[in-house]
């Protein structure tokens, strides 16, 4: 008689997230600063590898990732010949709102005493642009005490994505030796993807280690190794509860609150673009209006959502570039 075939452990559940969906791309953050690249008008393969600094196999594996995903496809070259150029897909260019949350944190709470790298104007109202959520339904910025988690008709369990296998990078000043970035700023701090998953627990009320861990289904000691770093960048902060004892909570500290920005349009995209046809696992309510609601990233400035296209640059106080600035000036467009 045959032996009976080994059965295949079955996969672990977790409850289905966009902004999990959303950090299988961004939590690789060479994959995220190739985008940036493109978003600064930059199309071929060398051109991405001179202002990166980065090993041309690293470059070719991220950008083949990128294409599989759906965020990139190439196209010839306009000048002719047999060259590729690489360009965004509609998907891949509807991330730029996210990136714009990630820098505007990054110019908050990563400054130095240069002040911000770059200046972006908003061509729509010719004023520096600063990214902000609002509702669409009332159109109110955006405040974590006011919003309500609902079941969505995508709620359920899912495992893991293939995309969850990419891991913290050991050396993440690499992502801004290139030159100084806030986006790089911020990935450095959050752009790991149980980083953030950590942070998503605490803005949905979860804040002990045992619920925490349950929840998101981290190795113990990678959730411990992630809230030292989260601590160290004081993004969230540590406290005892129940009397007489050394058991601890997690809440997010005033820097931490203010990457809901970035985690709601983390949910926008995700939502958008990975959700499937069973919808998006979340609905979100606005308490002060008790309607259901999408987040915008708009201009601070006059309200409008911010797109790629109606975005000009300049450098700021803070612009220090090591790598192919001359090409980056070239190809930035003005304001």
Known sequence: MDPAPLSTPAKPLFEACSVHRTMQILSDPWSFLILRELWFGLRRFDDFQT??????????????????????KQEP??????RKEY???????????????????????TKTDEGAPLILTHRSCRKRCHAEVITSCCGTKVNPKDVEYQDGPG????????????????????????????VARSLQAIGDRWSFLLIRELFFGRHRYDLIQKQIGMATNILSNRIKL????DIIEASTYGK??????????????DLY?????????????????KGAPLTLIHKKCGQ???????????????????MGYKPGPGWDVVYGEDLLLQNMKPV
């Open 230 to 233: 989260l601590i160290d960048h």
């Open 292 to 310: 259901a609601f999408e987040p915008k990233v708009v201009c601070k400035a006059c309200k409008q959502p911010i797109v790629a296209r109606d």
């Open 77 to 82: 070259s306009r000048e002719g010949g047999r």
């Open 51 to 72: 202002t990166l600094n980065i090993p041309r196999a690293t470059l070719s594996n991220r950008l083949k990732s990128l294409l599989a995903a759906g965020l990139l």
């Open 244 to 257: 007489g004892t050394t058991w601890f909570e997690y809440h997010l500290t005033k820097s931490g609150l």
């Open 155 to 182: 709620v359920g369990l899912e495992p893991l994505a293939a995309w969850a296998k990419t891991n913290r990078s050991s050396k993440p000043n690499n992502f801004t030796a290139p030159r100084a970035c806030s």
């Open 87 to 109: 360009r965004f897909t509609e998907m891949g260019a509807d991330l730029y709102p996210t990136m714009l949350t990630l820098l505007r944190w990054g110019d908050t709470w």
């Open 261 to 277: 920005a970035s985690f709601l349009a983390m949910i926008q995209w995700g939502d958008r673009w990975l959700a499937g046809s």
